[in-house]
């Protein structure tokens, strides 16, 4: 099969309708969201949602997330909707906020892994807001990598994973939040944060004070090697991941220290840091992706799976990548860097 990946924004009306033709007739379609780039299918077709797994080489038991045009579709896909979820919608959507509720029958259990709930979005791009409009059926998107590689963030990242699997890729250029959603769980006793993403922690818990932060890994300190299951690689780049955490200082002695002694035993090392650690590694002559300011996390995070890619394409075996303070956005890039790390945590302080 040919990829094509045709440029668009919110006037290219034809290359949008082509999109939905695509979609409607069981055919997947990756576009951009203000997250990442997400590979779609129509939600009310199974047989276009196995061809996601397919496509991405994801187990089935992964569910897929919903995406809609407006909360009014929210019916269409989900049922028992509780009082939580309005309250939700009305802040954070269109935006980075998933919502895992009580599935609608018509939404393809594949869809949701066969699980009786169902994770679904109202997207803020507005590319991504036209294709549903113009498809007019719920549309099931995960991100569009392969699967447990780096999550796509330009159009480029989704061709370098699918090309010849999928027909079409609409590019709007680089995503801005750059991670994904962040997913809330409505449908036990009290909310669940089951993914740290666009939006924060902390503006859920302000409307859902019972909110539960779910722990999806163990840090070292806490018994890794007791619980080995629980490091689940994802997002990963091809590179091996190593993640300094500690004090900026401490931190950026560790990333020159380990830098040499790594490539004193032969390894091509590369450097994922913030500006300010720039000076402490100048002297290294290794590949080095600055991701922005400890200062605007927001710049750190669109550029982090970017970075990530740019490090594997100059070939490097070994990624030293700095810690982020684990508040606000700072929790999603941690959690995201944790994961991709699969176990390669250095604690420095
Ligand atoms: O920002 C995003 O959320 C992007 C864009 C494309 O919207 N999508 C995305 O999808 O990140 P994906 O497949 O990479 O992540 C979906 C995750 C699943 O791996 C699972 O953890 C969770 O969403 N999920 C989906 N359905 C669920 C359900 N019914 N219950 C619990 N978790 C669910
Ligand atoms: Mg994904």
Known sequence: MQTRVVAVDETSTEAINEAARLIRSGQL????????????ANALDSAAANRIFEAKGRPANDPLIVHISS???????????????????????????????KRQEQ?????????????????????????????????????????????????????????GKIPLILDAGPTQVGLESTIVDLTGDHPRLLRPGGVNR?????????????????????????APGMLLKHYSPRAELHLLDGTDAKVRLALAKSA????????????????????????????????????NLQQIAQGLYGGL????????????????????????IRDRLIRAAHGHIQLVD
């Open 260 to 295: 040499a002694e790594l490539m004193a035993q032969g390894k091509h090392v590369g450097l994922l840091i913030a500006e300010e650690d720039r000076t402490a590694i100048a002297h290294l002559a290794v590949p080095i992706v600055v991701l922005g300011s400890l200062n």
């Open 107 to 163: 939404i393809a259990s594949v869809v949701s892994a066969g699980l009786p709930t169902v994770a679904v979005r109202m997207p803020a791009h507005p590319i991504a807001l036209a294709l549903l409009k113009a498809a007019n059926v719920p549309i099931a998107a995960p991100s569009a990598n392969l699967f447990a590689h780096t999550s796509p963030t330009t159009a480029a990242h989704v061709l370098s994973d699918l090309d």
């Open 29 to 40: 379609v990756a576009f951009p969201t203000e997250t990442v780039y997400g590979l779609g």
């Open 309 to 332: 890619r740019a490090l594997d394409d100059t070939g490097v075996d070994i990624i030293l990548a700095r810690d982020y303070p684990a508040d606000g956005l700072g929790l999603a």
């Open 71 to 101: 909360p009014d579709c929210l019916v269409e896909v989900a049922t028992d909707i509780p009082e939580s979820a309005h309250k939700l919608i009305a802040a954070f959507w269109p935006g980075p906020l998933t919502l895992v509720l």
């Open 202 to 226: 902390d503006a859920l818990a302000r409307l859902l004070p019972d909110l539960e932060v779910v722990t999806r890994y163990v840090l070292p300190e806490e018994n890794a090697v007791e």
